[in-house]
Every structure is written in C-alpha cells, then in structure tokens.
C-alpha cells in the first residue's frame, strides 16, 4: 500500500475509541517506512559509479558491473575495468589485424636538447581525430622519450635513432601507466573499434653547439595533450651552430617546413650545383619559401650548417621510409 494511502488513516484517528485503537496496534510491514540508511547507502553508491566513470571513462553499466564485482571498492574496480577492456582490446586486435591502416598521426615531443617523431597508424580518418587516439599517440611520444633519455652515453656530436614497429611496442607506457606501449594500444583499439599500429619512430638528442629544429604540418592540438604537436606530416633539422643566433627558432622551423614540403633524401653540400624539382639532395634545392635561391643559399648567411634530418610522412610506404 503507499504511503498516500497510509497517511489517509490519520483524521480516523480523531474521531473515535476504535480509530484510537488502530493506532495504538503494532505498526504493518507496509506501514513502515526509513528515510536515512537506505537513501544514504543509495547515494553513495550512486556518487562512487558517477565518480568511477569520471576517472576511466568506461560506460556506466561497465562501471556498475566493476563495483559489484569489488564489492564496492574504487581502486579494485578501476584495475578490473582496465584488465577487462585490455582482454577485449586484444581480442579485437586480433580480430582486426590485417586490415589496412593508412590514416593516423604523426606526433611531435620536444624537451630540451631531446626530439622524438612518433607515427601511429589508424583505419579512418575520423578515429585520428578522436581524443583517445590523440592520446594513444601522446603516450607512444612519451614512451619514446623516456626511451632516449634514458641512454647514457655522452655526446660530442649528434646521436639519431629509430624504432620500428616491434621495438616500440616493448617499450614501457610511461607515467602513470602500467605495462608497455602494446598494453595501451590493446586499450585504445578495444576502445575504438579500429586496427590500429604503432608505426616507427626517431630521437634525436643534441649536444651544446647543437639544434634540433622541428616543423609540423597539419597541425591537431589539444590543451590536454601538452607540449605534444599532432599532424600529417612531420620533420626534425640537425643543425649545428657555433654561435648564439637571435632566431634560430625560426631558421629551424623553416628548415623543417622545407624537408616536410620538399622531400629531400640526403642533406648534400653548399658546393653542390643548383637543381630543379627533381632535385633529392637538400641543400641544392630550390628553397620551399622562395625557389629563385637554393636553400643552401637561404641557410649559409643564418650561420648554421645542416648536418642531419628526419622526415615522417603518415601513411607513407615503409620502404620509402627507411631509404630516407
């Protein structure tokens, strides 16, 4: 019976000896009814499933299924959440390898002497846009970073290095996550639906005398991915300066926007003849931003000499790639 109904017995109540008696009779199990525990336990299970699907994201059966199953506790839900989505992310994968993947991001960390070019591999372009995705790629930035500062030999000149697909899944995922960077991509694909491929990526570190200049076209941000640059196509200049320069910044962004637009497949030399469009050495080809002069021509007066570049182009063939 509800409680408007319970309520109704009241004015009977006033107005006799029997309706008095009533009221005086042990209280019904439907007339019974507590306000405090049940409601309180109710809102704090609901504050724990709204506070569980802030921090993972999951969805909210997901979530509601993890505190039934850890008994109500945060941290242990969380890990099972995570340990679920990794299980059907590599079932997924497993599903969806072999299908092409030539969308995806190039990604761009910086950190004081030290730049990495990371490429990740998706199936469409609208996952490449997807936050999560960016976010995959954040962390495969990280990973590598880590990777390179984590080497200890000291430099007199430049040092480069590559990691292809294999090697960077082992990597570990970096802060504040556990397991490698194959674990985050089992995630990400579980998340998304896609085939997905940690690609390749480059370090470069630098010694004093030394500049990394960097450029990124088509450029994605995000305020949440930080120092990270994300686009289709990406370059690092080595450049080595002997001197102070006011705009190296820019010279180095230049330099990268011309590798980026250009393609060269070896630096060349300042002695070297001009060349025409066919041009492949860089420093003989008609420079990007002003093709009536080489861009050794643009760079001699700067007061910096090119000795080493990268070039990442998302999607492009794996064998181009490693002859450049």
């Excluded at 469409?124 to 880590?146: H, P």
């Excluded at 030394?210 to 080595?238: D, E, M, R, W």
């Amino acid at each position: 019976m509800s409680l408007l109904r319970s309520l109704r017995f009241f004015p009977v109540a006033c107005t006799g000896r029997s309706a008095r008696a009533v009221l005086l009779q042990p209280s019904q199990p439907w007339l019974t009814f507590h306000a405090g525990p049940s409601l309180s336990s109710a809102a704090s299970s609901k504050e724990l499933l709204m506070k569980l699907r802030r921090k993972t994201g999951y969805s909210f059966v997901n979530c509601k299924k993890a505190l039934e199953t850890c008994g109500g506790d945060l941290k242990q839900a969380e890990d099972w959440l995570h340990k679920q989505a990794q299980k059907e992310g590599w079932s997924k994968a497993a599903k969806l390898h072999g299908r092409k993947t030539k969308e995806g991001l190039i990604g761009l960390l910086q950190e004081g002497n030290t730049a990495v070019l990371v490429e990740v591999n998706c199936e469409t372009d609208f996952v490449s846009r997807n936050l999560k995705f960016q976010q995959l790629v954040q962390q495969v930035a990280l990973g590598t970073m880590a990777h390179c500062q984590n080497l200890t030999d000291r430099l007199s000149t430049y040092s480069k290095g590559f990691l292809n697909s294999s090697e960077l899944s082992e990597l570990a995922a970096g802060p504040d996550r556990e397991g490698s960077l194959k674990d985050q991509l089992a995630l990400a694909i579980g998340k998304l639906g896609e085939n997905m491929i940690l690609k390749r990526a480059a370090w470069v570190k630098v010694p004093s005398g030394f500049y990394v200049g960097s450029y990124v076209h088509g450029v994605t941000q995000s305020p949440s991915l930080q120092n990270l640059v994300l686009g289709k196509y990406g370059a690092l200049v080595i450049c080595e300066t002997p001197e102070q320069i006011a705009n190296l910044e820019e010279v180095g962004r230049r330099l990268g926007q011309h590798v980026v637009g250009m393609a060269p497949l070896s630096v060349g030399s300042l002695d070297d003849e001009p060349g025409g469009e066919t041009e492949t050495r860089m420093l003989p080809q008609p420079y990007l931003l002003d093709p009536s002069i080489t861009l050794g021509q643009y760079v001699q007066p700067q007061g910096v000499t090119v000795v080493d570049f990268v070039r990442f182009e998302c999607g492009e063939d794996e064998q181009v790639a490693e002859a450049e």
